[in-house]
């Protein structure tokens, strides 16, 4: 299992109902607005790296009101 946190700029007044969105999406496992140079931030998990960044490109980039993601798979060291 792959984990990532996914830091997300929005439009200006779109925090709320970025995350509120992002939530639904299967493979996220939280998503909360957030004050600082980012909006939104996502937990997210998935099989496979491919997966995950299917998931990012293919569903969380798609949700209208994001300007950036940034996209920070967890390391076990």
Partial sequence: MVHA???IQTEVGKAAA???EISTI???TSSEDVTG???VIVKAAADTVDQLGQLVVAKVQNVEGITRTLTCPVVNL
């Fill in 5 to 7: 946190y996914i830091l």
């Fill in 37 to 39: 140079p980012y909006d």
């Fill in 26 to 28: 299967d493979g996220v």
């Fill in 18 to 20: 970025v995350a509120a």
